[in-house]
T-cell receptor
């Protein structure tokens, strides 16, 4: 069975500093990986996704993530954060047991707190 | 295009009651998925519908059910509510049911069971 582990529940960082949010997954088959962001009182918004090809994936709002198959990781990075990046971030893996499903398996989330 | 809409946004019910939540997908999207979000369990998949057919179901009791209409709008129903059903219920839509499709989430319905 697939699972996702987000290694940090909270990440405090100062404005304009770099940040990395860590995500590890377990799967015996090939996977598709996603990062979503949830702002307070809102739904989830896709930041980026890895389907195949280049292991470095660029997303919206200056975020990028690197797929590392050997380490089964998909860490999210941003070189310089803004106050507006304060939100909860979710790593997710698709259920690849069947291609005919949109089911996502989510990690527990990481709260990014950007301080002035 | 309008985004995914969910109604109502907030709901308070008492134990034993039942509740129906509604989700209107983005125009043209035919797949709708439902997730339950709680502080303890995080985001958990409930079920997925495509062309009025349930394509996938998560590990929830039979009290949780859903359906999809011919216009792709979806409803989920929870019968005999329990305190533990208090959660944010999110629906997501995508053009088709596939692992590679981006899912677009609505703002959620926050259900409080007293």
């Amino acid at each position: 069975a697939q699972s996702v582990t987000q290694l940090d529940s909270q990440v405090p960082v100062f404005e304009e500093a770099p940040v990395e949010l860590r995500c590890n997954y377990s799967s015996s088959v090939s996977v598709y990986l996603f990062w979503y962001v949830q702002y307070p009182n809102q739904g989830l918004q896709l930041l980026l996704k890895y389907l195949s090809g280049s292991t470095l994936v660029k997303g919206i709002n200056g975020f990028e993530a690197e797929f590392n198959k050997s380490q089964t990781s998909f860490h999210l990075r941003k070189p310089s954060v803004h106050i507006s990046d304060t939100a909860e971030y979710f790593c997710a893996v698709s259920d690849s047991s069947s291609s005919n499903t949109g089911k996502l398996i989510f990690g527990q989330g990481t709260t990014l707190q950007v301080k002035p | 295009k309008a985004g995914v809409t969910q109604t109502p946004r907030y709901l308070i019910k008492t134990r034993g009651q039942q509740v129906t939540l509604s989700c209107s997908p983005i125009s043209g999207h035919r797949s709708v998925s439902w997730y339950q979000q709680t502080p303890g369990q995080g985001l958990q998949f409930l079920f997925e519908y495509f062309s009025e057919t349930q394509r996938n179901k998560g590990n929830f009791p039979g009290r949780f059910s859903g359906r999809q209409f011919s216009n792709s709008r979806s409803e989920m129903n929870v019968s005999t509510l329990e305190l533990g059903d208090s959660a944010l219920y999110l629906c997501a839509s995508s053009p088709r049911t596939s692992v590679i499709e981006t899912q677009y989430f609505g703002p959620g319905t926050r259900l409080l069971v007293l």
